[in-house]
């Protein structure tokens, strides 16, 4: 059998995992997830990394983050994995898709435009096997339509488009970091941003509101929240 891609852990992972088990934080947060968190953001251009659980998780907490109004359309790849289309289910939007180019294996942005219809109100742009999406074009449609960009870039981490990183457009950006990833933490994932609200928002989610005060509006959205999963 010939593998996808195969974890490259050393002898530095191994003194990690062993000071993450002596100072036990072992989930939640610590150090090493502040570290991670920050690190990511840096390497992608941003100001803000919120750590999760899974990729699924962030696609899932980024669409609730923006909170975009019930049976929104969101336009996403045909070639992609299924979280993409789970992420607005979850949150009660329709995915949209749109067909791939048959040499990058990417979304195509003519095809984004003719897929944008009254009812549509964000773009997930996926980059497949390393190559970026023609962010230049998807960015001057996702302008012209005034529309909010998601981009899961779990593929192309350390990649750029002209000179700027993969993970470094939209209004958030998510990243898997599973074993098959170029950077792995095993199970995993990251959001990223560059608004301090969104990153709030972000951190509320996965902290499912834990040390805030519970007044009618975090109680709702906590609320409308789980739901999203019945």
Known sequence: MIPVSEPILGEAEMRNVVQCVESGWISSGGNFVKEFEGGMADFCGRRFG?????GTSGLIAAFK??????????IMPSFTIISCALAAVYNHLIPVFVDSDPI????EAEQIRQAITPRTRAVLVVHMYGLPVDMEAVTQIVDDHGLIMVEDHSEALGSRFKGSPCGSFGSISVASTYAN???TTGEGGVCLTDD???AERLQDIRNL???KTVDGSVFLHSLNF???FN
Not at 50 to 54: H, K, L, R, W
Not at 65 to 74: G, K, M, R, W, Y
């Open 50 to 54: 919120v750590a999760v659980n899974n």
């Open 65 to 74: 983050a923006l909170d975009l109004p019930a049976d929104s359309e969101v």
């Open 104 to 107: 990058t294996w990417n979304m």
């Open 181 to 183: 990833k170029a950077v």
């Open 196 to 198: 301090p609200e969104l």
């Open 209 to 211: 509101f834990f040390g």
């Open 226 to 228: 789980f739901q999203a």
